[in-house]
């Protein structure tokens, strides 16, 4: 039987250039990221009220020097970009990005133990993640690889998420051959909300797409084209602000 979704009413309409803003984390994620090119992420990051930038490890302590007094939080990315190393390596990775600023985390799951049915481990791992960034007050952001999961492996993960008392799901790593689908983003929001936010990643790449995804429920989105999107963002804000022109008698 064909799995049946329920209909997701969708928030009042993005009226403020902060409503969209706020949405959008800022990743700083390539593996061949240079430091001139994260230099420039990281001003970018500082000059638009986002919600986040995500960097990978090596890069944190100058992201959080760099953001210092900024409205934008720092997320580190552990166990990217595959979620494969052991619980404890992973979770020295959170206690440590954690020590050095972050204040949120983008975690990856373990997709192979999900994929084993080893749920117990999925969740054990899960659960002391959730806990180290709940001592220090930051966020964990648990990140899937939709494209790789059935509707069944969606929910599970989804389920887990919420059980863990994470803080968001997160679609895609970003590397994976294809992002997510609609389809995703209907199941794990219906899966996850409100206990947990979702996050999609690996699809937003306009403003278009970054206001599809809210109208779905999505609560951020991860993409490099920050820049693009929010002075699109402006100008439309500015046609609506436009008065029409007065009717010819």
Same mark, same amino acid.
């Given at each position: 039987?064909?799995?049946?979704?329920?209909?997701?009413?969708?928030?009042?309409?993005?009226?403020?250039?902060?409503?969209?803003?706020?949405?959008?984390?800022?990743?700083?994620?390539?593996?061949?990221?240079?430091?001139?090119? +994260?230099?420039?992420?990281? !001003?970018?990051? /500082?000059?638009?009220?986002?919600?986040?930038? *995500? @960097?990978?490890?090596?890069? #944190?302590?100058?992201?959080?020097?760099?953001?210092?007094?900024?409205?934008?939080?720092?997320?580190?990315?552990?166990?990217?970009?595959?979620?494969?190393?052991?619980?404890?390596?992973?979770?020295?990775?959170?206690?440590?990005?954690?020590?050095?600023?972050?204040?949120?985390?983008?975690?990856?799951?373990?997709?192979?133990?999900?994929?084993?049915?080893?749920?117990?481990?999925?969740?054990?791992? +899960?659960?002391?993640?959730? !806990?180290?960034? /709940?001592?220090?007050?930051?966020?964990?952001? *648990? @990140?899937?690889?939709?494209? #790789?999961?059935?509707?069944?492996?969606?929910?599970?993960?989804?389920?887990?998420?919420?059980?863990?008392?994470?803080?968001?799901?997160?679609?895609?790593?970003?590397?994976?051959?294809?992002?997510?689908?609609?389809?995703?983003?209907?199941?794990?929001?219906?899966?996850?909300?409100?206990?947990?936010?979702?996050?999609?990643?690996?699809?937003?790449?306009?403003?278009?797409?970054?206001?599809?995804?809210?109208?779905?429920?999505?609560?951020?989105?991860?993409?490099?084209?920050?820049?693009?999107?929010?002075?699109?963002?402006?100008?439309?804000?500015?046609?609506?602000?436009?008065?029409?022109?007065?009717?010819?008698?």
């Amino acid at each position: 039987m064909s799995l049946v979704i329920p209909p997701h009413t969708p928030p009042p309409e993005a009226v403020t250039y902060e409503d969209v803003a706020r949405m959008i984390d800022h990743h700083l994620l390539r593996p061949d990221l240079t430091d001139t090119q +994260l230099h420039d992420g990281l !001003q970018l990051a /500082r000059a638009f009220p986002i919600a986040a930038v *995500v @960097v990978r490890p090596c890069d #944190l302590d100058f992201a959080v020097r760099h953001l210092e007094n900024s409205l934008t939080q720092v997320a580190a990315a552990v166990g990217f970009p595959h979620g494969t190393g052991t619980t404890a390596t992973k979770l020295y990775e959170i206690r440590d990005a954690l020590r050095r600023g972050a204040r949120e985390i983008d975690f990856v799951l373990n997709l192979g133990k999900l994929f084993s049915r080893e749920f117990s481990y999925v969740e054990s791992e +899960l659960l002391q993640a959730a !806990q180290a960034c /709940r001592e220090e007050g930051a966020r964990l952001k *648990v @990140v899937l690889e939709s494209s #790789l999961l059935d509707d069944e492996m969606k929910i599970v993960a989804a389920k887990l998420v919420k059980r863990t008392s994470a803080d968001f799901v997160v679609t895609c790593t970003g590397f994976a051959s294809r992002g997510f689908t609609p389809r995703d983003l209907e199941i794990l929001v219906w899966k996850t909300t409100p206990l947990a936010a979702v996050k999609a990643v690996h699809g937003i790449h306009n403003l278009d797409q970054l206001l599809e995804a809210r109208d779905r429920g999505v609560a951020r989105v991860g993409t490099t084209q920050t820049e693009a999107i929010l002075h699109a963002w402006e100008r439309r804000l500015a046609e609506r602000q436009t008065p029409s022109d007065p009717v010819l008698s």
